[in-house]
């Protein structure tokens, strides 16, 4: 038996890369395989034949593998996270009294 090796390319103050994906988004698509594992255990046990718990399984895991590696190629390793937050920057602070700008020592 032959064991695997899997590359981890990490240089000085680069983010982990892992086929592809940067960053976050191994933790994403690990997350979701543990979600499509507990999803078919659940089709199984609620009785759906074993060919369609497996189709449903592999079409969605397809699906959610393309969108990981999508999201990780548009926004790269911390491009998700910068446009998060800046959806979250108020367009305008308006304050209606001084008393804020005028405060005695």
């Known amino acids: 038996m032959t064991s695997s090796v899997y590359p981890i390319n990490k240089g000085v103050?680069?983010?982990?890369?892992?086929?592809?994906?940067k960053a976050q988004y191994i933790w994403y698509l690990g997350g979701a395989l543990v979600g499509l594992m507990i999803g078919f255990a659940i089709l199984y046990i609620m009785g759906v034949s074993p060919y369609i718990c497996v189709g449903v399984?592999?079409?969605?895991?397809?699906w959610v593998f393309g969108y990981v590696y999508k999201l990780?190629?548009?926004?790269?390793?911390?491009?998700?996270?910068?446009?998060?937050?800046?959806?979250?920057?108020?367009?305008?602070?308006?304050?209606?009294?001084?008393?804020?700008?005028?405060?005695?020592?």
């Open 13 to 21: 103050n680069n983010p982990i890369e892992f086929r592809g994906l």
């Open 57 to 62: 399984i592999m079409l969605t895991g397809s």
């Open 72 to 105: 990780s190629n548009r926004y790269g390793a911390f491009g998700m996270m910068k446009k998060l937050a800046k959806g979250r920057i108020p367009t305008l602070v308006k304050s209606n009294s001084r008393n804020i700008f005028c405060q005695r020592s």
